[in-house]
T-cell receptor
Framework: EDQVTQSPEALRLQEGESSSLNCSYTVSGLRGLFWYRQDPGKGPEFLFTLYSAGEEKEKERLKATLTKKESFLHITAPKPEDSATYLC???????????FGKGTSLLVTP | DAGVIQSPRHEVTEMGQEVTLRCKPISGHDYLFWYRQTMMRGLELLIYFNNNVPIDDSGMPEDRFSAKMPNASFSTLKIQPSEPRDSAVYFCASIRLAGGSNEQFFGPGTRLTVL
C-alpha cells in the first residue's frame, strides 16, 4: 500500500532561519511526487512536481529534491508569508489520484 | 479563468439529512477528483472521473456516499443520510492531461458540519 509520511508535524522558524521539510514515501511505481502549500481556510496550492530521483526544482525561497525514498522541501531565508501547511503527495503509475501525507505546519516569526 | 468552483462554501446540517456538494471544474479539464480533509486522516481521495466516467471510487466510505458527473462542467457529491463523522472539508480538483501538465488545481473546499 502506498504511504506518505511527513516530518516534522510542526516547525517554528525565525525569519531568515533556513530549514528542510521531509517527505518519506513508499509507492508501487512512482508517476510523480507533488508539493502543495495550504493556507488556513483555502484549498491546496500547487508548488512542484518531481518525476525521478535526482530531480530538483526551485521557486523563490523554496527548493524541492527527490530520492528513491524521500523528498525534501528546503526553505532558504524564510519570511513570515511562508507560514502555511506544506503537503507532500505521491501519484502512482496505476492512476492519477494523489496520496497525501498529513503535512508540516510551518510558522515563520519576524 | 475562475478556477475550480465549489458550492456551498459552508454547510451545516443535522444527522440524517441529505447533503449535496457541487463542483465546477476548470473549463477544458478532463479529470475531476473529490477529496476529503480531516484533522485525523488528512487529505484523502474519495473518487475521480475521467471524461465524466468514474475511474476509481475505492475511497468512497460507504453506500451513503455517491458522486455523479453528468457533464464536463459539473459534478455532485451526495451524502444520504449524513452522520456527524462525515464532518470535514470536501475538496474538488481538476486536471487537463492533454495539456501536458499533471498539476491538480484545487477548489476552495466545502466545510461540512453534521450535528
Amino acid at each position: 500500500e502506498d504511504q506518505v509520511t511527513q516530518s516534522p508535524e510542526a516547525l517554528r522558524l525565525q525569519e531568515g532561519e533556513s530549514s528542510s521539510l521531509n517527505c518519506s514515501y513508499t509507492v508501487s511505481g512512482l508517476r510523480g511526487l507533488f508539493w502543495y502549500r495550504q493556507d488556513p481556510g483555502k484549498g491546496p496550492e500547487f508548488l512542484f512536481t518531481l518525476y525521478s530521483a535526482g530531480e530538483e526544482k526551485e521557486k523563490e525561497r523554496l527548493k524541492a529534491t527527490l530520492t528513491k525514498k524521500e523528498s525534501f522541501l528546503h526553505i532558504t531565508a524564510p519570511k513570515p508569508e511562508d507560514s502555511a501547511t506544506y503537503l507532500c503527495a505521491v501519484q502512482a503509475l496505476s492512476g492519477y489520484a494523489l496520496n497525501f501525507g498529513k503535512g508540516t505546519s510551518l510558522l515563520v516569526t519576524p | 479563468d475562475a478556477g475550480v468552483i465549489q458550492s456551498p462554501r459552508h454547510e451545516v446540517t443535522e444527522m440524517g439529512q441529505e447533503v449535496t456538494l457541487r463542483c465546477k471544474p476548470i473549463s477544458g479539464h478532463d479529470y475531476l477528483f473529490w477529496y476529503r480533509q480531516t484533522m485525523m486522516r488528512g487529505l484523502e481521495l474519495l473518487i475521480y472521473f475521467n471524461n465524466n466516467v468514474p475511474i476509481d471510487d475505492s475511497g468512497m466510505p460507504e453506500d451513503r456516499f455517491s458522486a455523479k458527473m453528468p457533464n464536463a462542467s459539473f459534478s455532485t457529491l451526495k451524502i444520504q443520510p449524513s452522520e456527524p463523522r462525515d464532518s470535514a472539508v470536501y475538496f474538488c480538483a481538476s486536471i487537463r492531461l492533454a495539456g501536458g501538465s499533471n498539476e491538480q488545481f484545487f477548489g476552495p473546499g466545502t466545510r461540512l458540519t453534521v450535528l
